[in-house]
C-alpha cells in the first residue's frame, strides 16, 4: 500500500480533510447526497456522510488501480492459486455461478457444484415432503445442525435472518432448525434435552470429519440416538458435509448423505455451499438459489463495474481512510432489523479471521493496522446502548447502518419508528449539538450534553429484505474485505492465528486426562500450572 504511487497523494491530501466538516460539505454541495450513492441488487448505499471529497474518491480510485484490485478479483474468480501460503483457489464465488457460466478451466469444479447443489435439492425435498423419515416411520420435525465458525455462523445467520420473511405455506417448512458449535456441553445437553431422536436428524459439518468442537459435539448427538434406537437405524437419522467420506461413513452417514466440502472453499464463505442444507430444508431449495442469484448479482456489479461506481470497493477505501487517516480501527455494523440482529457475528470472522494479520502475503511485516475490531448489534436496542460512546465517546468509530425499508409484518407503526430511528442516528452523528445550542443551561449541563458531531457513517438502505437481498448482502461485505486485503497486500484467505490455540488446547487436554504421556512431559507456565491444578481438584469432587 505504501509503496503505491498515489499513496503518497492520499497522504497530502489527508492533512487537508481532516479539516473537512460533515455539515458544511452538504451546505456547500446540495447534490452530495445523490453524488455519493450507489446501487446493486435491491441494496442502496448512501456514503455522503463521510469526511471525503470527490477528490478522495477519485485518489484511492487511482490506488485501486494500482493495486490492481479488478484484476486480482479476476485472478480469484477464475482459480488461480490466491491463496498463497496453501497453495489453494479461493473459489466460494463459483459456488453462486450458474452452471454453464464458469471459465472453462473450472469446468470440473463447477460439475461438482451442480452436483451437490442437486444432493442439496434431494435431501431437502426429501425432508420437507414428509418422503425422509425417522426410523419408526416418523416425520423429522427437527435438524440439528453441528459446525464451528463459517460452517455454524453462516447459515444460522441466513437461516434467522429469514425467519421473519412473510413465506407462503408451500415455501415454509414445518422442520424447525438448531445450530450447535460451542464445545461448551451446555448448549448441546440443553438442545436435545428437548428433541425427540426418533424425528431428528443430525448434520455434521467438518471438511476434515477432524475438528475437536464439532466431532465431540457429533459424538454426542450420535450417543444420544444410540440410547434411542438401535445402531442399524441411525442412518435414518445423520447427514455428513465433508471431503473425508471415509470419516463420514465410519460415522454412520449413508454414501448418499455425504455432501462435499472443498479445500477451495474457506469455511467463512462456505454457506454458499452444502453447508447451507439447513437453508434449503427449512425455507426450500428455490429460496436458497434465491440466496445464491443474489450474491451472484453482487459478484457481477464487483467484477464489471469501474471502481468509482463499485460499491464493495467503496466500502473497503473509506474503511482504509478512517483506519489509516483518522486511527479508526473499530466497524459497528448496525442493522435496523431483528432477523439481522447477529449479522455482526457474521462479518467478525469474515473480515477479522481474513484480515486480521501481521505480515504482507510475501512475508513482510506491515506497517499499517489491518482488519478492524469489528462488532454491533440490532437498533433500535443500541439506542439505549452503546450508541452513547458512538455519540459523546472518545473513541472514534466507524459505523455501517443497515435499513430494511419495506417490513416483512403488518405493523406499519412499528416500521416508520424503526426507520425514523435509523435515519436520526446517522444525522445524530454527523450534526451533533455544541454548547451554543443550549444557552438556556448551565454551562457544566451544557458541557455534559454536547456532542462534537462531525462523525462519519454510511447506510445501506435494502429495497425488501428477502433471499436474494440477502445474499447481496453478504456478498458485498465478502468483497469488501477481499479489496482491503489487497490494498494492505496481504492473505485474506488463510488463518494460521487459529493454530497455536489449537495445539496447546491439545496439549492441556492430555494433562487433564491423564493418560498420555505426551501431555504428563510438557511443561506449562505456572500460571497455566495453578489454573489446571485447580481444575483437577474441583473436578475430583464432582
Known amino acids: 500500500m505504501l509503496k503505491l504511487p498515489t499513496w503518497t497523494s492520499i497522504e497530502q491530501h489527508a492533512v487537508s480533510a481532516k479539516n473537512f466538516q460533515l455539515v458544511k460539505l452538504f451546505e456547500d454541495d446540495p447534490a452530495r447526497a445523490e453524488t455519493f450513492r450507489l446501487h446493486c441488487a435491491g441494496l442502496h448505499l448512501d456514503f455522503s456522510k463521510n469526511l471525503i471529497s470527490e477528490e478522495t474518491q477519485k485518489l484511492f480510485c487511482a490506488l485501486g488501480e494500482e493495486a490492481n484490485i479488478l484484476d486480482s478479483a479476476q485472478a480469484m474468480v477464475v482459480g488461480e492459486l490466491v491463496n498463497a501460503s496453501e497453495a489453494r483457489a479461493a473459489l466460494h464465488t463459483l459456488l453462486r455461478t450458474p452452471y454453464g457460466e464458469q471459465p472453462e478451466q473450472l469446468d470440473s469444479h463447477a460439475l461438482q457444484v451442480s452436483n451437490a447443489l442437486k444432493q442439496v435439492k434431494s435431501i431437502s425435498d426429501r425432508l420437507r415432503s414428509g418422503d425422509w423419515r425417522g426410523h419408526t416411520g416418523k416425520e423429522i420435525s427437527d435438524i440439528v445442525h453441528i459446525g464451528i465458525g463459517g460452517s455454524y455462523l453462516g447459515p444460522s445467520m441466513v437461516d434467522e435472518a429469514l425467519t421473519s420473511e412473510a413465506l407462503s405455506a408451500e415455501t415454509n417448512s414445518n422442520i424447525n432448525c438448531h445450530y450447535v458449535a460451542n464445545v461448551d456441553g451446555h448448549h448441546i445437553h440443553q438442545m436435545l434435552a428437548a428433541l425427540n431422536p426418533d424425528t431428528t436428524v443430525i448434520i455434521v459439518v467438518s471438511k476434515s470429519f477432524t475438528t475437536m468442537e464439532t466431532m465431540l459435539n457429533g459424538k454426542t448427538a450420535k450417543k444420544w440416538l444410540e440410547d434411542a434406537m438401535p445402531l442399524s437405524a441411525l442412518q435414518h437419522?445423520?447427514?455428513?458435509?465433508?471431503?473425508?467420506?471415509?470419516?463420514?461413513?465410519?460415522?454412520g452417514a449413508l454414501p448418499q448423505n455425504i455432501l462435499p466440502m472443498w479445500d477451495w472453499v474457506g469455511g467463512r464463505y462456505s454457506v454458499w455451499s452444502a453447508v447451507g442444507l439447513p437453508i434449503a430444508i427449512r425455507y426450500g431449495f428455490d429460496q436458497f438459489n434465491h440466496l445464491l442469484e443474489g450474491a451472484r448479482e453482487m459478484d457481477k456489479h464487483f467484477l464489471e463495474s469501474d471502481l468509482s461506481k463499485n460499491m464493495p470497493f467503496a466500502l473497503a477505501w473509506l474503511g482504509l481512510w478512517y483506519q489509516q487517516f483518522f486511527s479508526v480501527t473499530t466497524q459497528a455494523v448496525i442493522p435496523y432489523d431483528h432477523g439481522l440482529r447477529n449479522f455482526s457475528e457474521h462479518l467478525q470472522q469474515l473480515d477479522m479471521e481474513s484480515n486480521g494479520k501481521r505480515v504482507t502475503a510475501t512475508g513482510e511485516q506491515v506497517a499499517w493496522d489491518t482488519a478492524p475490531v469489528v462488532w454491533g448489534g440490532e437498533g433500535s436496542n443500541g439506542q439505549h446502548a452503546y450508541h452513547q460512546l458512538l455519540h459523546q465517546g472518545t473513541r472514534a468509530v466507524a459505523v455501517d447502518f443497515i435499513l430494511p425499508m419495506q417490513p416483512r409484518h403488518p405493523l406499519t407503526e412499528h416500521h416508520d419508528q424503526l426507520v425514523a430511528s435509523c435515519l436520526s442516528q446517522s444525522q445524530a452523528l454527523m450534526v451533533g449539538r455544541s454548547r451554543q445550542q443550549m444557552p438556556h443551561l448551565e454551562p457544566e449541563l451544557a458541557a455534559q450534553k454536547e456532542m462534537p458531531g462531525n462523525r462519519p457513517s454510511n447506510t445501506i438502505t435494502i429495497d425488501k429484505m428477502s433471499a436474494h437481498s440477502l445474499g447481496a448482502l453478504i456478498a458485498l461485505y465478502e468483497h469488501k474485505v477481499f479489496c482491503q486485503a489487497m490494498l494492505w497486500q496481504i492473505n485474506p484467505f488463510d488463518q494460521w492465528g487459529v493454530e497455536l490455540g489449537k495445539e496447546l488446547g491439545d496439549?492441556?487436554?492430555?494433562?487433564?486426562?491423564?493418560?498420555?504421556?505426551?501431555?504428563?512431559a510438557i511443561e506449562f507456565d505456572s500460571s497455566t500450572q495453578l489454573l489446571l491444578r485447580h481444575y483437577l481438584e474441583l473436578r475430583a469432587k464432582t
Request: net charge negative; charged share 20%; aromatic share 6%.
Open 237 to 251: 437419522h445423520l447427514i455428513a458435509i465433508t471431503s473425508n467420506v471415509d470419516a463420514a461413513q465410519t460415522y
Open 507 to 520: 496439549n492441556i487436554f492430555d494433562a487433564i486426562k491423564g493418560d498420555s504421556a505426551r501431555g504428563e
